[in-house]
């Protein structure tokens, strides 16, 4: 990402570290031991960037299609959109098919008929954000620096972390997809009694459906998540 909050990173987080401890000890007399020696400060194991882990460059596509025609009685317009989008974490993004259509038409000298029917439909892959320690933009925040990603297994590692859950475990391990489905139609019938005398009728329609999927990877486990 081009922009990022600047974060300490790991030797700078061990030094801040070892000075609140020094700090107070000198405060209230204790005599606790510091957490980390210089060589562990000097040489941390693991030097850990979440935001460069977390996010990526959103990138997205729009394609568009229209036709339009007809002749003296009838006349039409169709439109077919479709928008895909990366979000900026990693697992987010978003897309959406729209599409219309238009018909009008003069089925006698007195009757013209009309139809206008649209639909829509959004994929949205959704990462955890509402959920305290296991937000992702704010566990990408407070995770500490020095903690790995991956246990010596090689899976995420989801604990030793002050209470914050592994921000790419909960990405890559939390699945959430929202489905919406949203169809609009309408409909007129118009009818000319006199010159200067019309009646039309219009009849509207709107039907829409929303699913939402959730599931959580075995290897991925806080008491927080529900």
């Not at 005599?31 to 990526?56: G, K, S």
């Not at 949205?124 to 566990?139: C, F, H």
Request: no cysteine; hydrophobic share 35%; charged share 20%.
């Amino acid at each position: 990402p081009s922009k990022k909050i600047e974060m300490l990173n790991a030797s700078e987080f061990r030094m801040l570290m070892n000075e609140a401890y020094t700090n107070q000890n000198a405060i209230d007399g204790g005599n606790r031991q510091l957490p980390y020696t210089q060589e562990q400060i000097d040489n941390p194991e693991y030097d850990i960037d979440w935001q460069d882990m977390a996010f990526r460059t959103g990138i997205g596509h729009n394609q568009n299609v229209s036709i339009s025609g007809g002749n003296a009685k009838t006349i039409y317009a169709a439109t077919l959109n479709y928008l895909d989008e990366q979000g900026i974490f990693e697992t987010s993004d978003w897309s959406q098919i729209s599409t219309r259509l238009n018909i009008e038409s003069q089925v006698s000298k007195r009757i013209k008929l009309g139809v206008n029917i649209s639909y829509n439909r959004i994929d949205n892959g959704q990462i955890e954000t509402d959920n305290g320690n296991n937000s992702v933009p704010r566990a990408i925040l407070e995770s500490f620096p020095d903690r790995p990603v991956y246990d010596d297994s090689g899976n995420w590692m989801v604990a030793d972390n002050d209470g914050y859950m592994n921000p790419i475990a909960l990405l890559y391990g939390i699945h959430q997809k929202r489905i919406t489905n949203k169809f609009i139609g309408s409909a007129f019938v118009e009818l000319k009694i006199a010159n200067n005398l019309t009646f039309r009728s219009v009849f509207n329609g709107d039907l829409q459906s929303a699913k939402y999927d959730r599931y959580i990877d075995k290897g991925v486990s806080s008491p927080g998540l529900p």
